[in-house]
């Protein structure tokens, strides 16, 4: 499991960043989603990288 939340804006962020910060249902700064590590959560992370904050629950 994974802790994923957003740390920086979403302003100046490139339309395929703000489309997968979307679908994992990150908004705003300081919103955080707990979900199950696997190979589809690994490419939205490394898209976003930049803007996560990451933990292993």
């Given at each position: 499991?994974?802790?994923?939340?957003?740390?920086?804006?979403?302003?100046?962020?490139?339309?395929?960043?703000?489309?997968?910060?979307?679908?994992?249902?990150?908004?705003?700064?300081?919103?955080?989603?707990?979900?199950?590590d696997?190979?589809?959560?690994?490419?939205?992370?490394k898209?976003?990288?930049?803007?996560?904050?990451?933990?292993?629950?």
């Amino acid at each position: 499991m994974k802790k994923i939340t957003l740390a920086k804006s979403l302003i100046g962020a490139k339309p395929n960043q703000k489309a997968t910060a979307a679908s994992l249902g990150l908004k705003k700064i300081g919103d955080s989603i707990t979900l199950a590590d696997d190979a589809v959560l690994a490419g939205k992370i490394k898209v976003l990288s930049h803007l996560l904050k990451v933990e292993n629950v």
